[in-house]
Nanobody, 115 residues
Framework: QVQLVESGGGLVQAGGSLRLSCAAS????????MGWYRQAPGKQRDWVAHINRDGSTKYADSVKGRFTISRDNAKNTAFLQMNSLKPEDTAVYYC?????????WGQGTQVTVSS
């Protein structure tokens, strides 16, 4: 079972940047897709972005042009660079990794954007 640990969350002013990391307990090369999701208080968990093993990426419209997802297979880590942050980006951000039909989740990291 893959363990995923997120880090890099925090409090930032609107317009600022944060870089989230997702460290895996084993090689992420075996994970077909790695993704980031977020959940704001009282709302459902929403997909933010994902990156395939071949490096291709896809983003939710709400973050396109501001967020960049990447993965470093050698470091067994995925990243989410978040720029031009807005108060509506405030949420707990979760990392996920898909292997076969099993999706693994991290415990989440809080991102708070003040206006």
């Amino acid at each position: 079972q893959v363990q995923l640990v997120e880090s890099g969350g925090g409090l930032v002013q609107a317009g600022g940047s944060l870089r989230l990391s997702c460290a895996a307990s084993e090689s992420i090369f075996s994970l077909n897709v790695m993704g980031w999701y977020r959940q704001a208080p009282g709302k459902q968990r929403d997909w933010v972005a994902h990156i395939n093993r071949d490096g291709s990426t896809k983003y939710a419209d709400s973050v396109k042009g501001r967020f960049t997802i990447s993965r470093d297979n050698a470091k067994n880590t995925a990243f989410l660079q978040m720029n031009s942050l807005k108060p509506e980006d405030t949420a707990v951000y979760y990392c996920s990794g898909l292997r076969g039909v099993t999706n693994y989740w991290g415990q989440g990291t809080q991102v708070t954007v003040s206006s």
